[in-house]
């Protein structure tokens, strides 16, 4: 994992756990297919998230993991984007029945979305009131 763990934010939700970057990620969801399809909204920005003093950018490199659900899910990416040019992460799983490499085209059981359109300060800095 980068050296910004400590940045990091977890949450725990409808069995899932997922790690980001708040200063990457304004949403994150997992969606199911098949009969019974729908969608968890894992995280979801609540205000501004403020970057770390002298920090004027989000951060370059950083992890974004999940764990859990059905299928036990336990992933891991590393994300390297110098130049913040990602705006959406998407990952589609297999079910429990895939068998690497036998090459059968196994049907995604569900769709991890992480999207990049997260607020910061800077450069989204509310100006401060002074009381009178």
């Known amino acids: 994992m980068p050296d910004n763990t400590q940045d990091h934010t977890t949450v725990t ?3 899932y756990e997922v790690t980001l970057h708040p200063a990457f990620s304004s949403r ?3 969606r199911s297919h098949g009969q019974n399809a729908n969608e968890v909204e894992l995280y ?3 205000g501004v998230h403020h ?3 002298g920090q004027t ?3 370059v490199k950083h992890e974004i993991r999940l764990k859990g659900g059905q299928f036990g ?3 891991a990416l590393s994300v390297h984007d110098p130049k913040h040019h990602i705006a959406r992460i998407t990952v589609e799983f297999y079910g429990d029945d895939h068998q690497p490499g036998a090459g059968t085209s196994d049907a995604t059981m569900e769709t ?3 999207v990049n359109d997260s607020s910061c300060c800077p450069p989204v800095c509310q100006p401060t009131t002074t009381a009178l």
């Open 13 to 15: 939700k409808d069995g």
């Open 28 to 30: 994150c969801s997992i």
């Open 44 to 46: 979801k920005q609540q």
């Open 51 to 53: 970057l770390p003093p």
């Open 57 to 59: 950018k989000p951060p």
């Open 73 to 75: 899910r336990d992933i």
């Open 112 to 114: 991890f979305d992480v």
